[in-house]
């Protein structure tokens, strides 16, 4: 077997664990954000896929923030004086319109600087889409790290290009790693709805 197979193996078999605690909204699952770049970036760089090379540096990044967000505690006064809620992690919540907005100008931004960077300073021979995926995973994963449920939503656009950028460059094991990834991210918006539902019920106070 070669390294770059068992490579692609070990990234298949670790993405399903990441998926499984994003599902649950589960903060491990930014541990698993930490080994999964380093077994990426090796795979991405050797099929050229130089963009998606380039975000796992800030997918190690964000995963610090990431945990941290979701870990924290967060105090807030109750209107009474000296009192204080029970200290509670990030919630699931929606995102606000202003802030939707300025990632849609992140994103269009991003997108276009990745692209000219791919068409004009690599060998690159699909530009477009690995600038696309590279610029909304990028906006996705900062949604994800602030526990918007909307994060789902990218995602699918994500890994739906993917799966054909995927087939397309040689990597089938990532292709149906995605495949799936598309499919439960449909699912997974519905999961933290619910899980929205349930942190707003005062029965679970």
């Known amino acids: 077997m070669s390294i770059d197979l068992a490579l692609e193996i070990a990234g298949f078999s670790l993405g399903l664990l990441y998926l499984w605690w994003e599902y649950h909204a589960d903060a491990r699952l930014w ?65 606000p319109f202003r802030v939707a907005l300025g990632s849609a100008a992140v994103f269009a931004v991003v997108w276009a600087a990745i692209y000219l960077f791919l068409s004009r300073c690599t060998d690159s021979n699909v530009p477009l889409c690995d600038a696309f995926t590279t610029a909304l995973s990028i906006v996705a994963l900062w949604l994800l790290a602030r526990k918007y449920a909307e994060q789902w939503l990218a995602w699918m656009v994500v890994d739906a290009v993917c799966v054909g950028l995927y087939i397309y460059k040689g990597i089938p094991l990532y292709a149906a790693l995605y495949a799936i990834y598309t499919v439960i991210a449909a699912f997974g918006y519905r999961k933290w709805l619910d899980i929205m539902k349930q942190q707003n019920d005062p029965c679970n106070e």
């Open 31 to 95: 541990l698993a954000s930490v080994v999964m770049p380093a077994i990426s970036m090796w795979i991405y760089f050797r099929k050229g896929l130089y963009a998606d090379f380039g975000i796992n540096i800030y997918y190690l990044a964000i995963a610090a923030y990431g945990y941290w967000a979701w870990t924290r505690s967060a105090r807030s006064k109750d209107g009474h004086a000296g009192a204080s809620r029970k200290e509670k992690a990030m919630p699931v919540r929606h995102i």
